[in-house]
């Protein structure tokens, strides 16, 4: 049975949040000389444990099990929000890392591999999912051309060369190698810290659009122009944000989310009335036509400039492994575990639609098991969780759990 280092993966996730650290969090934005030297410090870790690593022309670091019969692929992103939380991405990472180590030292384990995967800007810092959709063909030459920093503009292309990328091949998936993808990561709610449960098995990846809205109105003193004659576009964008939080619970389903997150003024200064405001309004569910519902329902009855800045759809998770289909819903064959759906995206409903069991699959493959511990009680967190990675599923409240044989193949079931 593969032996999981808790007190290891932990030293890992501690260093690799060292790269960027900021209080409790992390600000490892894609391409920054911090993102490039923890990637650098992954590809060594992979080396270390026995892969064949590579960082590729866009970034990814892939590290693969040169000899195994059989062969997993387990990763995640190893950017970070902005100054955002230090097991997001890095978790699924590490866990990898791990995984195959534990593997590559257990002798039972013989013909079985893990190849791990630490995909670039999968948190669109200048894309949308470069890295996996590098991977999986997905990404045009044309479109790196023309992408920029969202931030500061940027040319994807000058960034690349600025990180020593530029010039690398990209790397591709085969997806004859794997049997499969599989994610680990922190859950970035609280359904399952709140119920007591520790693993929560994805049944949908939600699908999530982003709007950007404009409100045009007219620039003038803010000391000299009455009341009566302004066309404020900061007033109008607030009084919509409201009409949107108002409206939505209408509608909303029991998954329902949405955010405005971002909010400009122009030209943002104290004494003049604002000629233009953009705000960012994104929401989220596992139901497209409830996602339509809320497009016309927020864009009904309003005076404004929209643009649609991106928009992915809801995909089933496949439900033929680590469970069974119950009204619905895929339910884990051990207790101690939660259904669910899943943030939209990343990398794994792009990865896991190339995999089958060593096919394309028509719908993403993907399993993520996740786990939330908002105060990062991280001992608790690592030692718990990493196992399930293994094979083994734990039942809440024992350390010695009733447990499946630590095979491959159950680890992506």
């Not at 960082?55 to 195994?68: E, F, L, T």
């Not at 990404?139 to 503009?153: A, F, H």
């Not at 009341?227 to 509608?251: N, Q, Y």
């Not at 511990?373 to 024992?398: I, L, S, Y």
Request: with cysteine.
């Amino acid at each position: 049975m593969p032996t999981i280092d808790g007190e290891r993966v932990i030293a890992d996730l501690k260093r690799l949040a060292q790269f960027g650290r900021y209080k409790t969090g992390v600000h490892r934005p894609t391409y920054s000389p911090i993102d490039v030297e923890s990637r650098h410090w992954l590809a060594e870790k992979l080396g270390e444990a026995g892969l064949d690593t590579v960082i590729d022309g866009i970034g990814n670091v892939i590290g693969r099990n040169p000899s195994a019969r059989q062969r997993l692929l387990i990763g995640s992103h190893s950017e970070t929000q902005p100054y955002g939380g230090w097991l997001d991405g890095s978790l699924g990472v590490i866990y990898g890392l791990e995984l195959a180590r534990a593997f590559a030292a257990d002798a039972s384990c013989a013909g079985l591999g893990i190849d791990v995967a630490a995909w670039a800007d999968e948190e669109g810092h200048y894309g949308n999912y470069l890295g996996s959709r590098s991977f999986t063909d997905a990404l045009p030459e044309e479109e790196i051309d023309q992408t920029r920093g969202r931030d500061d503009g940027t040319p994807l292309r000058q960034a690349l060369e600025r990180a020593g990328f530029a010039g690398r091949p990209p790397e591709r998936v085969d997806p004859k190698r794997y049997i499969g993808y599989l994610e680990a990561h922190i859950e970035q709610g609280d359904t399952l810290d709140t119920s007591g449960l520790r693993i929560g098995v994805v049944e949908t990846i939600v699908g999530i659009w982003n709007y950007r809205v404009s409100l045009i109105g007219e620039q003038n003193h803010a000391g000299t122009t009455r009341m009566v004659r302004r066309k404020d576009a900061g007033v109008s964008m607030v009084r919509l944000a409201t009409r949107i939080h108002d409206r939505f619970p209408e509608i909303a389903g029991p998954r329902t989310v949405w955010t405005i997150g971002r909010m400009l003024l122009e030209p943002n200064a104290p004494s003049v009335v604002p000629g233009r405001a953009e705000m960012l309004v994104q929401f989220r569910d596992a139901d497209i036509d409830r996602l339509a519902a809320f497009e016309g329902s927020r864009l009904s009855g309003t005076d404004r400039s929209r643009g649609r800045a991106a928009r992915a759809a809801p995909a089933s998770a496949d439900a033929e492994r680590g469970g069974s289909r119950r009204g619905g819903a895929v339910v884990p064959d051990a207790g101690g575990d939660d259904v669910h759906p899943e943030p939209p995206g990343h990398q794994s409903s792009l990865v896991g639609g190339q995999q089958g069991r060593g096919h394309r699959a028509r719908r993403p493959g993907v399993r993520r098991c996740r786990r939330e511990d908002p105060a990062f009680r991280e001992v608790r967190f690592c030692q718990h969780g990493c196992p399930v990675r293994a094979g083994g599923r734990q039942r809440p409240g024992r350390r010695g759990g009733s447990r499946r044989p630590p095979r491959l193949d159950s680890a992506c079931e």
